[in-house]
């Protein structure tokens, strides 16, 4: 059995507050759930941060959706074990395991960085066949899918390193991470945004595992015709959602997703970097209201899962 939950950090205690700790898969997981009615919105955030990211939209989403919101493991508020493989695939599993303890049968995918490649294990389990879920719609937002497009930093390429990595992480103190996330953002965001992202980061021994956490960047290129593949023979609405000053997950991968999928349309958010859900919260989440309004009729009805 996991062990009882770390002490929450104060830049995170009232949002924890309104989620709960659930065991998935052997693993502690924190979830949160809003909403009443409508479509259900099934979000997977990025690295290193946490479902934090959406505490800014998550008024918004939960109006006309409901919506599921988990750090993923090795993130957040969930649980950060050592000697733990913090693959991809892992956490898809983990997310659809979650989904289907509470009762969800069929959503919208929501992906937002590192969660864009948990989105494309989902769809590719769904293609072969393998899940329940009823998939109606996936949004993907600023995210290095094509990993041969982005721009990598060099603080993801240190870590993602085997050797330099666990260095990079014993090191890295909460000046540079706010320096370093600061330069990903186009539009300043507020510095409590910032403190609670590291809180989220160094909770439960979180440093200590940054660096295994990192190696997601090398699945992406194991995994890259499996994915892709996924992407290319999606036969859902997608709306592909980018914020196009991002200087890591470049606006070319945004253009090649638009034209890889099938039923997608892109959004631009001018003057927007990676982080759009902090940097321009009311027309990101508008653009997602939008696009779900429109789906075909009953394709993303109710799901049973009340608000907490």
């Known amino acids: 059995m996991p062990e009882a939950p770390a002490p929450v950090p104060a830049a995170l205690q009232s949002w924890a507050a309104r989620g709960s700790w659930r065991e998935v898969c052997g693993h502690r997981v924190w979830t949160i759930r809003g909403g009443d009615s409508g479509p259900t919105l099934l979000c997977l955030h990025g690295f290193p941060t946490s479902a934090h990211d959406w505490q800014r939209v998550w008024p918004a989403l939960c109006a006309a959706h409901r919506v599921v919101l988990h750090d993923h493991v090795g993130f957040g508020l969930s649980e950060k074990p050592g000697g733990y493989d913090y693959h991809l695939v892992n956490q898809a599993e983990r997310a659809l395991a979650l989904w289907r303890e509470l009762g969800v049968e069929r959503g919208v995918l929501v992906a937002h960085d590192y969660g864009t490649s948990v989105a494309t294990e989902i769809l590719a389990r769904r293609e072969a066949g393998r899940i329940d879920l009823q998939i109606d719609g996936l949004v993907l937002s600023n995210g290095s899918v094509h990993i041969e497009l982005a721009d990598l930093s060099w603080p993801q390429l240190v870590l993602a390193n085997p050797i330099l990595g666990p260095l990079l992480a014993r090191v890295s103190s909460r000046r540079f991470f706010k320096w370093r996330i600061r330069q990903t953002l186009a539009r300043e965001i507020d510095a409590t945004e910032l403190e609670a992202m590291w809180a989220g980061l160094i909770y439960a021994g979180g440093r200590k595992r940054l660096a295994t956490v990192a190696r997601y960047i090398d699945e992406r290129r194991r ?12 036969d859902r609405p997608a709306l592909v959602l ?5 200087p890591i997950a470049v606006p070319a991968i ?5 034209d890889e999928m099938p039923q997608a349309r892109l959004h631009w958010l001018e003057g927007v970097g990676h982080y759009p859900m902090l940097e321009d919260p009311a027309p990101w989440a508008a653009a997602i209201a939008e696009f779900v309004a429109e789906l075909a009729p009953g394709s993303a009805g109710p799901a049973s899962t009340p608000g907490e």
Do not use: C, V, Y
């Open 223 to 234: 995994l890259w015709s499996r994915w892709i593949g996924a992407l290319e023979r999606f």
């Open 242 to 246: 980018w914020g196009d000053a991002d």
């Open 254 to 258: 945004a253009r090649q997703l638009a």
